[in-house]
């Protein structure tokens, strides 16, 4: 051990080490300081990284082969146990024998402080700078102003979203306190953040009075507090205030393009604006009703501002979701037109880039969708950390997609279809215990939510418990009987289970029937029904999925594993395997849902159906260990 260290010492391998490392520090120091003030991107921050740590063991390489002489380096020679000892005296206080452990531990702690901690100490600085925006109290005349209260909320949200320093809880989980008896603490407690603001709103015509309150929530004192007696066209300029008082209140570092973004106002007509939110009040309804609606009001907006950017963005939303619940290839044109003339008015538009993204994902587009999404979280969308984790789910990467499923958990708690997003992931996964975690704390705050439900269902359905599985679906039933997800959740149940009778009473009573329900209503038919109508929903779903294909693109995985369940029906079991392997080379990871359902039982007892499965499990056991599942 002595021989080493002597060696080190006397191909100045230490000497190099200590300065290198204090420079590298001192480098990350001013890398965290100096870009984010001029704006630069934060991947030439992580290039700084790769390349001071890329240097470290190339520089120790080095410094061991050569030594530096006034004639240049030349290669270096070992000396004797003793001869390093008689020079010891001579040699600075680092490289001292006698001191070798502290410069050790010197450089230890620098690597340490430089490397490993810089993670936890921005997730902390974030979580130090949590914020949630509940619901305004609507103080006007009218309670048709709700929407108006409402709007002021989601818009601050959106504002404060802008700050990469803020982690800001959205709105879909802060909606449920609206009215609530709970403290401050209470609610900081439940979404897990440093801070809350609360406040109200009172429109009498033009005349407007918003108050707002920022509370810690450990010691329920205020932060900062305001009122804004001001008139409807000074509107936008009090949202960027408050905003901008609240990062300030919680030391919040804002870029300069941060800035100029929360600075920009979205139309100079605030006719058009109040309309706007009238839109997006019937949106988050999140019913086929409710995006038709708000598509009229988004229209309204546009003739009163023909440039405001995010009207159309809000046309892209509800174009989207409506394709997404009947796959008109209309809607989908509609959507992208809407958020590329929104993008064409406002480049920076972060919530028309997570339109579009949104519309493409549903179109199976999934390159596309995911660069998009990446934009949008740049740009301070809330939820297009969400989408990007389903973007990675869709190619196969588990694991990173679970790691984004959890950050966006983290900003928005409630929200259903995160947790059952989130739910698959960990059925994907195999990570049982995780999963039950997980069902058992959503079904506790939200026991009727569907999306719960459905992943529940699943994983009954995965385990054979055919009984509980029947239990939650007749449970749901019983709670919201009227609801189309409820029908089709109750469909693909039923079919699971082999109880044909039902799953054809509730796949009939779905109003917009789509590729996966139309294959499942095929299969029905078949048994013993109408089988002339299943070769026509069979021959529907194949023109419809080989259309998307061949107009290009990276198609996901699920329009071919759609292929592959369409032409197992149909008794097609060349191209059914043909298309399952496809999708399974394309990121298909759901290896339960080929060994329970019975649209893949015509090929199930092809070996090569057993090997494209036991493909499938290797693929899941590899995501397991990247995602650090060990067992």
């Given at each position: 051990?002595?021989?080493?260290?002597?060696?080190?010492?006397?191909?100045k391998?230490?000497?190099?080490?200590?300065?290198?490392?204090?420079?590298?520090?001192?480098?990350?120091?001013?890398?965290?300081?100096?870009?984010?003030?001029?704006?630069?991107?934060?991947?030439?921050?992580?290039?700084?990284?790769?390349?001071?740590?890329?240097?470290?063991?190339?520089?120790?390489?080095?410094?061991?082969?050569?030594?530096?002489?006034?004639?240049?380096?030349?290669?270096?020679?070992?000396?004797?146990t003793?001869?390093?000892?008689?020079?010891?005296?001579?040699?600075?206080?680092?490289?001292?024998?006698?001191?070798?452990?502290?410069v050790?531990?010197?450089?230890?702690?620098?690597?340490?402080?430089?490397?490993?901690?810089?993670?936890?100490?921005?997730?902390?600085?974030?979580?130090?700078?949590?914020?949630?925006?509940?619901?305004?109290?609507?103080?006007?005349?009218?309670?048709?102003?709700?929407?108006?209260?409402?709007?002021i909320?989601?818009?601050?949200?959106?504002?404060?979203?802008?700050?990469?320093?803020?982690?800001?809880?959205?709105?879909?989980?802060?909606?449920?306190?609206?009215?609530?008896?709970?403290?401050?603490?209470?609610?900081?407690e439940?979404?897990?953040?440093?801070?809350?603001?609360?406040?109200?709103v009172?429109?009498?015509?033009?005349?407007?009075?918003?108050?707002?309150?920022?509370?810690?929530?450990?010691?329920?004192?205020?932060?900062?507090?305001?009122?804004?007696?001001?008139?409807?066209?000074?509107?936008?300029?009090?949202?960027?205030?408050?905003?901008?008082?609240?990062?300030?209140?919680?030391?919040?570092?804002?870029?300069?393009?941060?800035?100029?973004?929360?600075?920009?106002?979205?139309?100079?007509?605030?006719?058009?604006?109040?309309?706007?939110?009238?839109?997006?009040?019937?949106?988050?309804?999140?019913?086929?009703?409710?995006?038709?609606?708000?598509?009229?009001?988004?229209?309204?907006?546009?003739?009163?501002?023909?440039?405001?950017?995010?009207?159309?963005?809000?046309?892209?939303?509800?174009?989207?979701?409506?394709?997404?619940?009947?796959?008109e290839?209309?809607y989908?044109?509609?959507?992208?037109?809407?958020?590329?003339?929104?993008?064409s008015?406002?480049?920076?538009?972060?919530?028309?880039?997570?339109?579009?993204?949104?519309?493409?994902?549903?179109?199976?587009?999934?390159?596309?969708?995911?660069?998009?999404?990446?934009?949008?979280?740049?740009?301070?969308?809330?939820?297009?950390?969400?989408?990007?984790?389903?973007?990675?789910?869709?190619?196969?990467?588990?694991?990173?997609?679970?790691?984004?499923?959890?950050?966006?958990?983290?900003?928005?708690?409630?929200?259903?279809?995160?947790?059952?997003?989130?739910?698959?992931?960990?059925?994907?996964?195999?990570?049982?215990?995780?999963?039950?975690?997980?069902?058992?704390?959503a079904?506790?705050?939200?026991?009727?939510?569907?999306?719960?439900?459905?992943?529940?269902?699943?994983?009954?359905?995965?385990?054979?418990?055919w009984?509980?599985?029947?239990?939650?679906?007749?449970?749901?039933?019983?709670?919201?009987?009227n609801?189309?997800?409820?029908?089709?959740?109750?469909?693909?149940?039923?079919?699971?289970?082999?109880?044909?009778?039902?799953?054809?009473?509730?796949?009939?009573?779905?109003?917009?029937?789509?590729?996966?329900?139309?294959?499942?209503?095929?299969?029905?038919?078949?048994?013993?029904?109408?089988?002339?109508?299943?070769?026509?929903?069979?021959?529907?779903?194949?023109d419809?999925?080989?259309k998307?294909?061949?107009?290009?693109?990276?198609?996901?995985?699920?329009?071919?594993?759609?292929?592959?369940?369409?032409?197992?029906?149909?008794?097609?079991?060349?191209?059914?395997?043909?298309?399952?392997?496809?999708?399974?080379?394309?990121?298909?990871?759901?290896?339960?849902?080929?060994?329970?359902?019975?649209?893949?039982?015509?090929?199930?007892?092809?070996?090569?159906?057993?090997?494209?499965?036991?493909?499938?499990?290797?693929?899941?056991?590899?995501?397991?260990?990247?995602?650090?599942?060990?067992?």
């Amino acid at each position: 051990m002595n021989s080493i260290i002597d060696e080190l010492k006397n191909r100045k391998v230490i000497r190099t080490l200590v300065p290198y490392a204090v420079v590298a520090f001192v480098i990350m120091q001013l890398v965290e300081i100096i870009f984010p003030i001029f704006d630069f991107p934060k991947w030439t921050a992580q290039f700084v990284i790769i390349l001071l740590a890329l240097g470290l063991p190339v520089s120790v390489v080095v410094s061991w082969i050569f030594d530096r002489t006034p004639e240049g380096l030349v290669k270096a020679a070992s000396q004797s146990t003793s001869a390093n000892k008689t020079e010891d005296a001579t040699r600075p206080f680092y490289a001292k024998k006698r001191n070798v452990f502290l410069v050790a531990g010197v450089v230890g702690g620098l690597a340490i402080g430089w490397l490993v901690p810089r993670g936890d100490r921005e997730a902390e600085r974030i979580a130090e700078r949590s914020i949630a925006v509940l619901p305004f109290d609507n103080l006007s005349d009218s309670k048709e102003d709700e929407y108006f209260s409402d709007g002021i909320m989601e818009e601050i949200i959106t504002q404060l979203s802008k700050v990469s320093d803020l982690l800001v809880i959205s709105r879909t989980s802060v909606l449920q306190y609206k009215g609530t008896t709970k403290t401050i603490t209470e609610i900081g407690e439940e979404l897990g953040v440093a801070a809350i603001l609360e406040g109200s709103v009172r429109r009498d015509g033009d005349n407007l009075r918003i108050t707002g309150q920022l509370i810690d929530t450990d010691s329920d004192q205020h932060l900062w507090a305001d009122t804004y007696d001001r008139r409807m066209e000074n509107i936008f300029q009090i949202q960027t205030d408050v905003a901008t008082r609240i990062a300030e209140a919680l030391d919040a570092r804002i870029s300069r393009s941060e800035k100029r973004s929360m600075a920009t106002v979205p139309t100079q007509n605030v006719e058009a604006y109040t309309i706007y939110l009238k839109g997006q009040a019937e949106y988050f309804k999140y019913t086929y009703e409710g995006f038709e609606k708000s598509i009229d009001y988004y229209k309204q907006a546009l003739k009163l501002d023909p440039s405001y950017a995010l009207a159309y963005s809000g046309m892209g939303d509800s174009y989207g979701q409506m394709y997404q619940d009947n796959e008109e290839e209309i809607y989908a044109e509609q959507s992208l037109q809407s958020s590329e003339r929104a993008l064409s008015i406002n480049a920076n538009l972060a919530e028309a880039y997570k339109s579009k993204a949104l519309t493409l994902f549903f179109m199976g587009r999934i390159a596309e969708a995911h660069k998009l999404n990446r934009q949008a979280m740049e740009l301070g969308s809330d939820i297009a950390e969400a989408n990007l984790a389903f973007g990675y789910e869709q190619m196969g990467d588990l694991s990173q997609s679970l790691k984004h499923y959890l950050r966006s958990r983290q900003g928005d708690p409630y929200n259903l279809r995160i947790v059952m997003n989130l739910g698959s992931n960990y059925l994907s996964l195999e990570a049982y215990d995780d999963f039950r975690a997980l069902l058992e704390d959503a079904l506790e705050k939200k026991p009727n939510g569907m999306e719960l439900h459905w992943v529940l269902m699943h994983q009954q359905c995965y385990e054979g418990k055919w009984a509980e599985g029947r239990a939650t679906v007749e449970r749901l039933l019983l709670v919201r009987p009227n609801d189309n997800p409820i029908h089709t959740l109750a469909g693909e149940f039923f079919l699971y289970a082999r109880d044909y009778n039902a799953a054809l009473d509730h796949l009939q009573k779905i109003k917009h029937v789509r590729a996966q329900e139309k294959t499942a209503l095929a299969y029905v038919l078949l048994q013993k029904w109408d089988k002339g109508w299943a070769g026509t929903l069979l021959d529907e779903v194949i023109d419809q999925q080989l259309k998307r294909i061949e107009q290009g693109g990276d198609i996901w995985a699920l329009t071919r594993w759609r292929l592959a369940g369409a032409y197992s029906v149909k008794g097609d079991t060349e191209s059914a395997l043909k298309w399952l392997e496809d999708a399974i080379d394309r990121g298909w990871t759901r290896y339960q849902w080929l060994e329970i359902d019975p649209r893949f039982d015509a090929i199930r007892d092809d070996p090569r159906y057993t090997e494209l499965i036991d493909r499938v499990k290797t693929i899941v056991a590899r995501e397991r260990m990247e995602a650090g599942y060990t067992s």
